[in-house]
Nanobody
């Protein structure tokens, strides 16, 4: 079955960097639009941070443009989120997402990885 496993979260000081990874299995990875979402402490909603299409076209939330980069490695079924110049407001649980739209309705989530930005 489909599985998404995130890694790379942790505690970092403001201005620091982290790279999140999401390894996918059980899906035809190069057919899925991949994305990173986050859920801030005390919030019940997940917000989209970045997405990347099958062909590598990326979109970023306005608040992270210029600081975050999303990329994918189709050969290794992995999507990355490079986060630079981290701010306290980036603190959240980050979730990997795989979405088959428009080719199907399949939609999968990872378990999440905690990112904490604090001095």
């Amino acid at each position: 079955q489909a599985q998404l496993v995130e890694s790379g979260g942790g505690l970092v000081q403001p201005g620091g960097s982290l790279r999140l990874s999401c390894a996918a299995s059980g899906i035809t990875f190069n057919m899925y639009r991949m994305g990173w979402y986050r859920q801030a402490p005390g919030s019940s909603q997940r917000e989209v941070v970045a997405t990347i299409t099958l062909t590598g076209v990326s979109t970023l939330q306005e608040a992270v443009k210029g600081r975050f980069t999303i990329s994918r490695d189709n050969a290794n079924n992995t999507v990355y989120l490079q986060m630079n110049d981290l701010k306290p407001e980036d603190t959240a649980v980050y979730f990997c997402n795989a979405n088959l739209s428009p080719y199907g309705s399949a939609n999968y989530w990872g378990q999440g990885t905690q990112v904490t930005v604090s001095s």
